[in-house]
Nanobody
Framework: QVHLVESGGGLVQAGGSLRLSCAAS????????MGWFRQAPGKEREFVAA????????NYADSAKGRFTISRDNAKNTVYLQMNSLKPEDTAFYYC????????????????WGQGTQVTVSS
């Protein structure tokens, strides 16, 4: 069982930045591919970014490319999502998730989920 706890959400003006963190309880954290998803009010949860286990290759949704950066620190059992140039449409609840796959984009590939953190971008 992997317990995930997100932090770093908040209210920011358009054009600003936030850094989300996700701390994992699992000491074999490096064995998991990690991902960030988000869900806006009235919308389905969508993929944002993923980072592979071991070699830290990355994958991004088109909406995140060039603005968001996912990274991981295996020594700290933590994955990050640096979000720059934020837009009002980035407003959502952001979730991190852990997958036994090398790297994954689909929700069904993730076995463990955090409780999420709210990001609100004002115009």
């Amino acid at each position: 069982q992997v317990h995930l706890v997100e932090s770093g959400g908040g209210l920011v003006q358009a054009g600003g930045s936030l850094r989300l963190s996700c701390a994992a309880s699992e000491r074999t954290f490096s064995n998991y591919g990690m991902g960030w998803f988000r869900q806006a009010p009235g919308k389905e949860r969508e993929f944002v970014a993923a980072i592979s286990r071991y070699i830290s290759s990355t994958n991004y949704a088109d909406s995140a490319k060039g603005r968001f950066t996912i990274s991981r620190d295996n020594a700290k059992n933590t994955v990050y999502l640096q979000m720059n140039s934020l837009k009002p449409e980035d407003t959502a609840f952001y979730y991190c998730a852990a997958s036994r796959n090398l790297i994954a984009r689909m929700e069904r590939e993730y076995e463990y989920w955090g409780q999420g953190t709210q990001v609100t971008v004002s115009s």
